[in-house]
């Protein structure tokens, strides 16, 4: 069975850094795209990263440059380097995965958050 799980969140102040890791299980990444989303109370999901390889990713409009998302096929774990981290990135993040993830298809799952798995989830709270 297919199986994400999230770790690296925690509590910094603002201008801090972490780093997520979701481990992935019962897949092969080399055909997937991967996902980072998150979700802060009273507020919809949204996406935050996109991959399908290194040189394939996307992010959403808020990340003004400050997030670098990258995955290790070999060892099956995505990352996510968050950097200069703002109050407002408090939320829970959540690893995703699509597992047949042809072409460019990885730019529409993340608009749509059609993944096929989801983590549990890692809460990443930003304080001022």
């Known amino acids: 069975a297919v199986q994400l799980v999230e770790s690296g969140g925690g509590s910094v102040q603002s201008g801090g850094s972490l780093r997520l890791s979701c481990a992935a299980s019962g897949l092969t990444l080399g055909t997937a795209c991967m996902f980072w989303f998150r979700q802060a109370p009273g507020r919809e999901r949204e996406g935050v990263a996109g991959i399908k390889n290194n040189e394939s990713t996307t992010y959403g409009e808020f990340v003004e440059g400050r997030f670098f998302v990258s995955k290790d096929n070999a060892q099956k774990i995505l990352y996510l380097q968050m950097n200069n981290l703002k109050p407002e990135d408090s939320a829970m993040y959540y690893c995703?995965?699509?597992?047949?993830?042809?072409?460019?298809?990885?730019?529409?799952?993340?608009?749509?958050?059609?993944?096929?798995?989801w983590g549990q989830g890692t809460q990443v709270t930003v304080s001022s």
């Open positions: 995703a995965v699509k597992l047949w993830c042809p072409g460019d298809e990885y730019v529409s799952v993340f608009r749509t958050q059609a993944a096929n798995y």
